[in-house]
């Protein structure tokens, strides 16, 4: 069912909403008159979808994909609502409506932003790298950083890539995948035989990133 919210201004029948979903509870789920009420329901409640999205706008957030966000919302409770249970469908369906929302902001902020025991792990591994490489003479590794530290090498490899997601703006899984498939090439590059001295760089294979 494709769900298609265009107003928030639109009123709340709510009354005619209640009483289709009190209609819904006694049709048995799957059957065909279960899923006609089911979708006059939704449809009629859809403005309480455009409504509730309305108070996330301006956020960065395309106003449709907030309402998308909102519709769902509203199907889960409509799945979920037992009339008489509570003060009434519109109390039961913003609340879950709301987290719906506030879950695709946490998750849009998780895209471009660490952890926070990786956030406190930064500043730390700032300083372990710097007093290291006056230390070594060289630039330390990941496996130099953690000796260090006392913390796996892997939560400094994660503090890196999130510094990275952060300059280039892209999120810190990205970044991952993008520095693996990097380290992939770069293995190929050495590993491929050629000329004696050319590094790899026969004729039909050159470094991607040369260009």
């Not at 957030?61 to 919302?73: C, N, S, W, Y």
């Not at 006056?134 to 530290?149: F, H, M, S, Y």
Request: net charge neutral; glycine share 10%.
């Amino acid at each position: 069912m494709s769900l298609v919210v265009t107003r928030s201004d639109k009123p709340v029948d709510e009354n005619g909403v209640e009483a289709l979903l009190i209609e819904l509870a006694g049709q048995a789920p799957g059957g065909s008159g279960h899923d006609e009420v089911r979708r006059r329901a939704i449809e009629l409640a859809l403005p309480l979808a455009a409504r509730v999205a309305a108070r996330y706008r301006f956020r960065g957030v395309p106003d449709e994909d907030l309402r998308q966000v909102a519709a769902l919302g509203l199907v889960q409770a409509i799945d979920g609502y037992r009339p008489g249970a509570g003060p009434g469908f519109v109390a039961y369906a913003v609340p879950t409506m709301l987290g719906s929302l506030r879950h695709y902001f946490r998750d849009l902020a998780w895209g471009v932003r660490p952890p926070r025991t990786l956030l406190d792990l930064r500043p730390t591994v700032a300083v372990a790298e710097e007093m290291l490489t006056q230390r070594l003479r060289r630039a330390p590794g990941d496996t130099d950083i953690a000796a260090e530290l006392g913390v796996a090498a892997s939560d400094v490899g994660a503090v890196t890539q999130a510094e990275i997601a952060r300059t280039v703006g892209l999120s810190q899984m990205h970044v991952s995948r993008l520095l693996g498939e990097a380290l992939c090439l770069l293995r190929r590059y050495v590993a491929r035989p050629g000329p004696a001295g050319s590094g790899g760089t026969e004729k039909g294979w050159a470094v991607p990133w040369a260009s």
